[in-house]
């Protein structure tokens, strides 16, 4: 994996449109990126007599090159300051739907900068040390400067998960969700370090430049300050506050927007995410489809694709996709690189220290919801507890928990020997009454991905996820002696909490369900693809038989070693039941809201879908059927094809009789 991380560095610098740009423009000031091969020539007389007359003014006309077709009626009431290259202006480019206005340059100062085709530069106090690309639109803005050599935000170092250091990664503008958590957690490894710093490093000293970029088709508008800054083709600036020392990734595809007073420094935006609404986003990483709006702020962090922060504060953190966080709360020190969770109002995730060094973290696992009000205490470590929920208005000590799916929520009595700071932790809680949310989840992420460069498992009961459910029963089962309620001096993994012994007893029941419920699927999709490759020869021991596939072979050793599951059809049959009950649960969960809500809001049934017609329980119903109606085939084949083997069996018997 090391090696891996530090040759996909290499490879981002060898095909990053960032590198390609500064290297181009370091040879040639930036002309052939902009205006290409196209012969430049200085203003005949009579041009600068008509651009003066049109109140235009400039020190030294000679520093002013322009190509064949240059119009001078394009420019107007401008200031040419050094050496200025303009292109030609011979087409109109459109605002918005109804307004279109011709290109060139109008109420502007430029210098040091190069022009190509078909801009569109109005009403703009200073550009200067730029490079403007093909269509770019820069309208009734401040100053866009590039006033010192910069790296564009790439290079520097985040303090991600530890406030005071010692989980840093270095960015650059291509970097990854993967390569930022193999680098945050191999920390004992230096010479990877030492690599991946050094290759970052080169990263920067390639895009290091003297000059902004606007690339093709961007538009920066309403804005007051750009500086230092590469923004890229098709990127949207309108009514932004502060772009400073920023890369800018975008393309027609998935255009990258700040907007609405977003404010941007030392940052890195990748495609089609976007800062809006007074949002801040300083030193950090926005990786594709991220978003951060509505007062947000993100700082020293990196946010994942799919991501998004409203109103709230995260500092220090690395998040990984599909978080939601649109409310006022705190994410300080959070290293949350399975992401696909959600952040509740006022959540206070930042008790990394008290009054001592911010030196403290938080890792919280996949799926973690984080309710109205929840305050963590530091360092805590849920990775080994994915999709469980923290209730609204606990607070939780420095504790690690070891129990998928579980529900964290203030005791409900108080029993001797436990301590009143723990609260109470109900195992696969959120299989039993909340299965509605978690089956809605993987089709949710699945309908929200928007990102093209990395790849995501939506899938909730997979192997990792089985094995935790797996590791939670053995820790579950191995009490010495029953009782009433436990604590972590009793069963390994509950941190500091406790668990009463009829929510042990019904978690073995949940998790054991739900692991037979992975290994059955996971066989009927082994059993499918055996007969759509023609590997029906292998059906006779495929229970028996070690495979060199790792995720049937990981199911296949559960249903035959652990659920004695030694026929595919019994298994397939126990399936089809299995998904009947799981429906029914989903629909029993959204149910309860249905029973609850009338009890409380008079006209409740007038304004909520009922759980039977609900979009996501008719969806799980339809999936159901669509899964049985597989099941049902498959079984019918399957007999056939048995049968068939008996056929030719009894047969070959024939033939050997005979022969003797």
Known sequence: MSDDVIYRVREAAAHSDLVRAVA????????????????????????IVQLEQR??????????????????????????????????????????????????????????????????????????????CNGAVLLNCGVITCAARTTFGNGISLPIGIESGGRDVAVYAEIDLAVATAVAKSRSQQEFLDGYTHAVADYAAQVTADRGIIAAGAVVRSTTTVRNTFLGAHALLDGATLIADSTV???????????????????????????????????????????????????????????????????ACLIGPFVSFHHQALLIATVWPEGKGNVGHGANIGSNHTSKTPDQEFWPGEGAFLGLGVNVKFPADFRRAPYSVLA???????????????????????????????????????????LYAVKRN?????????????????EVFR????????????????????????????????GKNFVLESNRQRALTVYKFFIRYYALLTLKNQVQTLRATGGEERLCQLLATPSSEPRWEHARRILSEELDVNDIAAGLQQLYETLEQIAHDVERSKAKDDERGPRII????????????????????????????????????????????????????????MIA
Request: hydrophobic share 35%.
């Open 24 to 47: 181009s423009i370091r040879r040639d000031g930036g002309r052939f990126y902009a205006l290409g091969d196209a012969p430049l020539r200085p203003l005949y007389r009579d041009e």
């Open 55 to 132: 109140g235009n003014f400039c020190n030294d006309w000679s520093r002013v090159r322009v190509v064949d077709g240059f119009d001078w009626r394009k420019l107007a009431n401008c200031s040419l300051q050094g050496d200025v290259l303009i292109g030609r202006f011979s087409s109109q480019v459109r605002l918005f739907e109804g307004l279109e206005l011709p290109t060139g340059i109008y109420n502007a100062t430029l210098a040091n900068c190069v022009v190509a085709n078909d801009v569109l530069i109005r009403d703009v106090k200073l550009l200067a040390n730029y490079v403007v």
């Open 249 to 315: 990734l975008s393309n027609p595809d998935e255009p990258t927007r700040i907007e609405s007073g977003g404010c941007i420094s030392e940052a890195i935006l990748q495609w089609g995410s976007r800062v809006t609404t007074m949002a801040i986003v300083e030193r950090s990483v926005l990786l594709e489809h991220a978003h951060a709006e509505s007062h947000g702020k993100v700082a020293n962090s990196i946010l994942g694709p799919n991501s998004g922060v409203s109103q709230g504060e995260v500092t």
């Open 392 to 434: 609204s208005g606990i607070t939780t000590l420095p504790q690690r928990i070891e129990f998928p799916f579980s529900l964290l929520n203030a005791p409900s009595a108080h029993y001797p020997g436990v301590s009143p700071a723990y609260n109470e932790l109900i195992p696969a809680w959120v299989l039993t009454d909340n």
């Open 442 to 458: 993987e089709g949710k992420y699945r309908a929200r991905n928007h990102a093209r460069r990395q790849q995501f498992d939506f």
């Open 463 to 494: 192997p990792d996820i089985a094995d935790l459910m797996r590791d939670a029963c053995k820790q579950l089962e191995a009490v010495r002696q029953i009782q009433e309620v436990y604590t972590d001096r009793d069963i390994q993994g509950l």
């Open 602 to 657: 008079e006209d409740y049934s007038d304004v909520h879908v009922a759980a039977a017609q609900d979009s996501f329980v008719r969806q799980t119903w339809e999936e159901t059927r669509r899964l049985q109606r597989e099941i049902a085939e498959t079984l019918e084949w399957l007999a056939k094809w048995r049968a068939s083997q008996r056929v030719q069996t009894c047969a070959q018997t024939g033939v050997e009789r």
